[in-house]
């Protein structure tokens, strides 16, 4: 088409008929055009090529020249239908090539501005995401709610936040739009996806100590009070959307206004009662405790995860018993507990993952006969207490006897573990393979805390913890570039990968928790970095949330420290970071803790809230306009995220003491033991 407009420019100024070459060279052809031109209009003659590859045009006039948009539209294409059939077809084909091959630089146009442009816009203020309408909108975006009218009513932080707008133009904001203006709404298939707009956001190539000082403001203008209602809101919010089409069920799929059974044994809301408790919401908890009583039973035939209802029901019943002193939690944690030890009658004593909590039977994977290190070595905390609780021994010996083996296995690489045991015979599988993310993680996690739930009497266990994480320092710890960050890789078959799991962000809060139980200080100092590390996972995303997985870049003149896969670009409401956040502010002390947490809550707001109720897991981190929602919102965002956000704004040391309480992997508080036990 340019090149058209540039020979009507030609037949502006020409009087005499002349022959223009027009060489194609990505077609391997030369049109020659014959162009008569007078200064009065034009009509168009063409006369058949002489040769295949050549037009002979005419063009004559009496009228005065017309050089309208119009006539330019219409000319140009009849001039593009004189060209041959081949000819479209390589010019079509030439102007596709170059578009396939401008696409990254046009990507990372858009995306961010080049490092140069970077360092003379340190001190602007930052440019917000607007989210368009995602695919299939099927209503009208109704008013906000007064619920949000509320949540504007106490005013976020203004958040100097360097935010990207997709497409050609940046719109500069120094402060939140004002209280009562509408929101942005992403409609997805009827169901509604909330947006603010204040997200945090980090630009490739900033150093550390300009994207802290970006956020230095965060929750410091907030009060306490402000800060803790924010939570609040958002559980109400999420709970409000499982009453309303979940109720009973495991989880909320909240575009969908539906739900997914796992176990059929209302995960979500068990795994919410010691949250509820804890942030005061007193009538939700009545009716979740109403629910339990009457309507939860495990007698059922079905088969269930020995891990997670461990964790999640076990742990959740118990936790809620301590808190509540009602003995209805802890008679169905008796019972739970008895129907899961059934998993435990294995050759090695290894127990099976999976349990038919009505038929009292126990199997593995119908795929293997392994177990996952982690599954097996996490579910201490939870049957020590049942025996404690009960005075039945059995539950404690049991699980004792998994980690009385995995201390003596051979495999082992300076304490660190592989990611299977067979529950045949007892020993480590597919080894050579060393990673602190999915599969192995927790095992860590629950050395510590063992240590610390029995007084600090159980030296064997201290010894496995102190000698696992030299191994990490040793092993798995390495910089990346160009930012210098701290993170935990992983090792297989000697050969190192940076890759870092958003499960491997409870470590930084491990690490300070034993730092406070009189620990060696450099495992606090480790933990400040990964801390740093694991919000860097957050704000390096274009819309402020974490992947799943990311990749480190370890060579030197990389532009950015962070890498990730298409594959591994999802959000599933995970507490990892936000939970070390916690533990680093309750030691600590400092509040630039409290402000990264509330960034991230803010970003849960904007990009995963579900107006109709609940809060939705995302496919696409990297694309603040399109995050693919996923319809579905893990048990844990109520039992972990939130009740750790919470405690993170709290000030109150006394609000499940770190002295008095230990957390197993899924947030529920249990007592450390009385030293007289």
């Given at each position: 088409?340019?090149?058209?407009?540039?020979?009507?420019?030609?037949?502006?100024?020409?009087?005499?008929?002349?022959?223009?070459?027009?060489?194609?060279?990505?077609?391997?052809?030369?049109?020659?055009?014959?162009?008569?031109?007078?200064?009065?209009?034009?009509?168009?003659?063409?006369?058949?090529?002489?040769?295949?590859?050549?037009i002979?045009?005419?063009l004559?006039?009496?009228g005065?020249?017309?050089?309208?948009?119009?006539?330019?539209?219409?000319?140009?294409?009849?001039?593009?239908?004189?060209?041959?059939?081949?000819q479209?077809?390589?010019?079509?084909?030439?102007?596709?090539?170059?578009?396939?091959?401008?696409?990254?630089?046009?990507?990372?146009?858009?995306?961010?501005?080049?490092?140069?442009?970077?360092?003379?816009?340190?001190?602007?203020?930052?440019?917000?995401?607007?989210?368009?309408?995602?695919?299939?909108?099927?209503?009208?975006?109704?008013?906000?709610?007064?619920?949000?009218?509320?949540?504007?009513?106490?005013?976020?932080?203004?958040?100097?936040n360097?935010?990207?707008?997709k497409?050609?133009?940046?719109?500069?904001?120094?402060?939140?739009?004002?209280?009562?203006e509408?929101?942005?709404?992403?409609?997805w298939?009827?169901?509604?996806?909330?947006?603010?707009?204040?997200?945090?956001?980090?630009k490739?190539?900033?150093?550390?100590?300009?994207?802290?000082?970006?956020?230095?403001?965060?929750?410091?203008?907030?009060?306490?009070?402000?800060?803790?209602?924010?939570?609040?809101?958002?559980?109400?919010?999420?709970?409000?959307?499982?009453?309303?089409?979940?109720?009973?069920?495991d989880?909320?799929?909240?575009?969908?206004?539906?739900?997914?059974?796992?176990?059929?044994?209302?995960?979500?809301?068990?795994?919410?009662?010691?949250t509820?408790?804890?942030?005061?919401?007193?009538?939700?908890?009545?009716?979740?405790?109403?629910?339990?009583?009457?309507e939860?039973?495990?007698?059922?035939?079905?088969d269930?995860?020995?891990?997670?209802?461990?964790?999640?029901?076990?742990?959740?019943?118990?936790?809620?018993?301590?808190?509540?002193?009602?003995?209805?939690?802890?008679?169905?944690?008796?019972?739970?507990?008895?129907?899961?030890?059934?998993?435990?009658?294995?050759?090695?004593?290894?127990?099976?993952?999976?349990?038919?909590i009505?038929?009292?039977?126990?199997?593995?994977?119908?795929?293997?006969?392994d177990?996952?290190?982690?599954?097996?070595?996490?579910?201490?905390?939870?049957?020590?207490?049942?025996?404690?609780?009960?005075?039945?021994?059995?539950?404690?010996?049991?699980?004792?006897?998994?980690m009385?083996?995995?201390?003596?296995?051979?495999?082992?690489?300076?304490?660190?573990?592989?990611?299977?045991?067979?529950?045949?015979?007892?020993?480590?599988?597919?080894q050579?393979?060393?990673?602190l993310?999915?599969?192995?993680?927790?095992?860590?996690?629950?050395?510590?805390?063992?240590?610390?739930?029995?007084?600090?009497?159980?030296?064997?266990?201290?010894?496995?913890?102190?000698?696992?994480?030299?191994?990490?320092?040793?092993?798995?710890?390495?910089?990346?570039?160009?930012?210098?960050?701290?993170?935990v890789?992983?090792?297989?078959?000697g050969?190192?990968?940076?890759?870092?799991?958003?499960?491997?962000?409870?470590?930084?809060?491990?690490?300070?928790?034993?730092?406070?139980?009189?620990?060696p200080?450099?495992?606090?100092?480790?933990?400040?970095?990964?801390?740093?590390?694991?919000?860097?996972?957050?704000?390096q995303?274009?819309?402020?949330?974490?992947?799943?997985?990311?990749?480190?870049?370890?060579?030197?003149?990389?532009?950015?420290?962070?890498?990730?896969?298409?594959?591994d670009?999802?959000?599933?409401?995970?507490?990892?970071?936000?939970?070390?956040?916690?533990?680093?502010?309750?030691?600590?002390?400092?509040?630039?803790?409290?402000?990264?947490?509330?960034n991230?809550?803010?970003?849960?707001?904007?990009?995963?809230?579900?107006?109709?109720?609940?809060?939705?897991?995302?496919?696409?981190?990297?694309?603040?306009?399109y995050?693919?929602?996923?319809?579905?919102?893990?048990?844990?965002?109520?039992?972990?995220?939130?009740?750790?956000?919470?405690?993170?704004?709290?000030?109150?040391?006394?609000?499940?003491?770190?002295?008095?309480?230990?957390?197993?992997?899924?947030?529920?508080?249990?007592?450390?033991?009385?030293?007289?036990?």
């Open positions: 088409m340019g090149i058209v407009h540039n020979i009507e420019n030609l037949t502006a100024v020409l009087s005499t008929a002349v022959t223009v070459p027009l060489v194609l060279d990505y077609t391997g052809c030369t049109s020659n055009l014959t162009l008569n031109a007078e200064y009065k209009g034009c009509v168009t003659d063409m006369h058949p090529p002489s040769r295949q590859d050549y002979s045009i005419s004559a006039g009496q005065t020249y017309n050089n309208g948009k119009q006539w330019r539209r219409q000319s140009c294409w009849r001039k593009w239908k004189q060209l041959s059939r081949l479209r077809s390589l010019i079509l084909l030439f102007l596709f090539m170059c578009g396939i091959a401008s696409y990254p630089a046009v990507t990372e146009h858009l995306r961010g501005l080049t490092d140069g442009e970077r360092s003379t816009e340190s001190n602007s203020v930052l440019r917000p995401i607007f989210p368009q309408v995602l695919p299939e909108p099927v209503k009208p975006l109704p008013e906000q709610s007064s619920q949000k009218e509320l949540s504007n009513k106490r005013g976020p932080p203004i958040l100097q360097r935010l990207q707008k497409g050609n133009g940046t719109v500069t904001v120094e402060e939140k739009k004002e209280k009562g509408e929101e942005g709404v992403i409609s298939r009827g169901a509604l996806v909330d947006t603010d707009k204040d997200t945090v956001e980090a490739d190539g900033e150093s550390k100590d300009h994207l802290l000082a970006n956020h230095k403001s965060g929750s410091s203008n907030q009060s306490e009070a402000s800060l803790l209602e924010a939570v609040k809101d958002a559980f109400r919010h999420a709970w409000q959307g499982y009453k309303d089409f979940a109720w009973g069920h989880e909320l799929r909240p575009l969908s206004k539906s739900y997914s059974e796992w176990f059929g044994l209302g995960l979500t809301l068990i795994d919410a009662l010691d509820m408790w804890i942030l005061g919401l007193k009538e939700e908890f009545e009716e979740a405790r109403t629910w339990v009583a009457t939860l039973t495990f007698n059922k035939n079905v269930v995860n020995l891990f997670e209802s461990t964790i999640r029901i076990l742990g959740g019943l118990l936790s809620t018993y301590h808190l509540t002193g009602d003995t209805m939690f802890l008679d169905k944690a008796k019972d739970i507990g008895s129907r899961l030890m059934p998993a435990f009658n294995t050759p090695s004593k290894i127990p099976y993952s999976d349990v038919n009505g038929k009292g039977t126990a199997h593995p994977p119908r795929w293997t006969s177990s996952t290190v982690a599954e097996v070595t996490s579910i201490q905390l939870e049957f020590r207490e049942l025996s404690r609780l009960t005075q039945d021994p059995q539950y404690q010996d049991a699980v004792a006897e998994v009385k083996q995995v201390h003596k296995l051979d495999g082992k690489l300076d304490g660190l573990v592989p990611m299977f045991i067979n529950t045949n015979n007892g020993q480590f599988t597919h050579g393979i060393f990673t993310g999915a599969r192995a993680d927790s095992y860590y996690e629950y050395l510590l805390k063992q240590w610390i739930q029995g007084g600090k009497k159980e030296d064997q266990l201290l010894e496995d913890y102190v000698q696992a994480i030299e191994g990490v320092k040793k092993n798995l710890l390495q910089k990346s570039s160009p930012n210098g960050l701290t993170f890789g992983e090792l297989s078959h050969q190192f990968s940076p890759k870092m799991d958003h499960l491997v962000c409870f470590l930084p809060g491990t690490l300070a928790l034993g730092a406070h139980h009189g620990l200080a450099d495992h606090m100092d480790l933990a400040k970095q990964l801390m740093e590390t694991c919000y860097q996972m957050y704000i995303m274009e819309t402020g949330l974490s992947p799943e997985i990311v990749h480190f870049n370890m060579h030197e003149g990389s532009i950015r420290d962070i890498d990730v896969k298409l594959a670009r999802h959000n599933l409401l995970r507490p990892e970071t936000v939970e070390s956040l916690f533990y680093l502010y309750r030691f600590t002390k400092d509040h630039k803790y409290q402000d990264w947490g509330w991230i809550l803010q970003n849960f707001n904007k990009y995963t809230k579900v107006s109709s109720g609940g809060y939705t897991s995302i496919n696409n981190v990297r694309d603040p306009d995050t693919s929602p996923r319809d579905k919102m893990e048990s844990f965002f109520l039992g972990e995220t939130l009740k750790y956000l919470y405690l993170l704004f709290s000030d109150d040391p006394s609000s499940i003491s770190l002295d008095e309480y230990v957390f197993n992997t899924e947030a529920h508080p249990l007592p450390i033991w009385p030293s007289t036990a």
